[in-house]
C-alpha cells in the first residue's frame, strides 16, 4: 500500500488551503489520487517559499471553493 493520502480526503483535513504535495499515484487522466502533504497554508506566498525548495512530481491545489475576490472575470 502507497504511504499518503487520498485527494478526496484533502478536502477535510484542509479546507480553504493552498496544499502544496508530492504526487504518489494518479488516475489514467493523470489527475493526483494519492498525494503525501508537504506543506500547507490559507496564504499561497507561504507555500511559494517551501515550493521553490521542494523537487519531485508536485502538485499546488487550492482545496475547497475560490474566495469571490480571487476570482478574475
Do not use: C
Request: zero cysteines; aromatic letters at 6%.
Amino acid at each position: 500500500m502507497l504511504d499518503g493520502i487520498s485527494t478526496a480526503y484533502l478536502n477535510r483535513l484542509y479546507p480553504a488551503q493552498w496544499v502544496l504535495a508530492e504526487v504518489l499515484d494518479a488516475d489514467a487522466r493523470k489527475r493526483p489520487t494519492r498525494v503525501r502533504v508537504i506543506a500547507h497554508s490559507a496564504n499561497r506566498q507561504d507555500i511559494h517559499s517551501v515550493l521553490m525548495q521542494s523537487h519531485g512530481h508536485l502538485v499546488l491545489l487550492f482545496v475547497g471553493a475560490p474566495r469571490i475576490d480571487s476570482v478574475a472575470f
